[in-house]
């Protein structure tokens, strides 16, 4: 071991052939106590460094590996607010597809139901003017069976078909119906 006070340094100097570790090495001594720190071991110093710089070489791998962990994690987080946020936005775009379609299908049921309420009404007017075409005629027809039998007629005569005149026109209020 190397002295640590000054009373131990003169037995040092004199008996420094004495003082070897047991792997044949002198020992360095204290610098401070021997005044020279040319006198300390070189390899001891460069394995001294070594260790220092193999610590200070492990504490940035560590340093490193943590904030590498760490932006890791933070690339994770955020790719999974990017995935939440792009469901989100599909779930969004799916809700109004949706109503997309409902406000179509809606659209189309009220034309259909408005087509069929001006078809209907369409037969409607047509019926109507049939039926007031087929009054008009028997009115026309009676007029003229009445006027057949009238008291002016020369004689009272049974109503034949002779006597009648033919409908005129008959195709063209037909044509009036559609």
Do not use: C
């Not at 021997?34 to 260790?51: I, K, N, P, V, Y």
């Not at 690339?75 to 775009?93: H, I, S």
């Not at 109507?128 to 009054?135: N, S």
């Amino acid at each position: 071991p190397a002295p640590d006070h000054l009373a131990v340094f003169d037995d040092v100097v004199q008996y420094a052939a004495h003082h070897v570790d047991r792997d044949g090495e002198a020992d360095a001594g204290d610098p401070q106590a021997l005044g020279d720190d040319r006198l300390t071991d070189m390899r001891e110093r460069q394995a001294e460094e070594l260790s220092r710089r193999e610590k200070m070489m492990e504490a940035r791998f560590e340093r490193r590996k943590t904030d590498m962990e760490a932006e890791i994690a933070k690339t994770k987080e955020a790719a999974e607010k990017f995935e939440a946020q792009v469901l989100k936005q599909q779930a969004e775009d799916l809700e109004v597809l949706r109503r997309e379609l409902q406000d179509e299908w809606k659209r189309r049921s009220l034309e259909i139901d408005r087509r069929k309420e001006d078809m209907e009404q369409d037969y409607l007017d047509k019926q109507k003017k049939a039926r007031e075409i087929w009054e008009r005629k028997e009115k026309e027809i009676t007029a003229r069976i009445q006027m057949l039998e009238s008291p002016r007629a020369p004689e009272p005569t049974k109503p034949s078909s002779e006597g009648v005149r033919p409908i005129e026109n008959a195709e063209d209020d037909e044509n009036d119906i559609e």
